[in-house]
């Protein structure tokens, strides 16, 4: 067993990794659609199959959110929109390998069908039940409404990277009652059916290795850094010891 301190950005472009080899994806990348809904852990995803598919000129994670939670002293809105969205990509579409640039879900959930795969951010992680939820700013539901029309409807596949910094301890359910009651304020929560896939599940299928989480914290550009035991066979260790190294200086997102 080895211990490793991995960084937000780092986690993320772990997770972003881990996506690009599930076979939900690759089987989607061949001969289906691919819908990745516009989010920072989202943005390394689209880093990673764009360049996959020689398709990364024209793409930036430097927009590529809706809601972002910001410090006080950085402007946004109650529900994490920036004042000014002029620079907003759209989402990620890629269509049996080519990038249809300028759509977006909306544009594309009718045409969505089983064996096609939608990637949606969450904001709050249940690492007990491997549940996640997300917030909406949208009085439609948002993009998280739009997916799981094709989702439940048609059976598409929902996938949900989300970095351990996000994790809670209390009841999903409990929580959106709370905040979706009459008379609440602040964003909506929405728990999700999907797949979660957080540093967890990205070690473990990438390398073969088990994670834990151990703890957390830390200053100097890794706050919100996570403590991982992990542990496995030999050559499951150093393949994750190697995968994490690779990450580990990944620069902190910037706007």
Known sequence: MFQVVLTVAAGKRLIARAVAAHPATQAALRTGTIVIIAGTTNGYFAEEVLALTGQSKGFSRRRFFRGITLPPYMPATETGRLPD?????????IVKGEWRQGKTIFDVVDDLKEGDVILKGANSLDLSQKRAAILIGDRRGGTIGVSLQAVVGRRVRLLLPVGLEKRITGNLDELAAKLN????????????PGEVISEIEAISMLSGATAELVAAGGVCGAEGSVWLAVSGEPEEE?????LIASLAKEPSFKL
């Open 85 to 93: 969205e002029t620079g907003f990509p759209g989402d990620v579409v």
């Open 181 to 192: 009651a009459p008379g609440a304020h602040g964003p909506r929560f929405l728990p999700v």
């Open 238 to 242: 150093k393949l994750a010891k190697k």
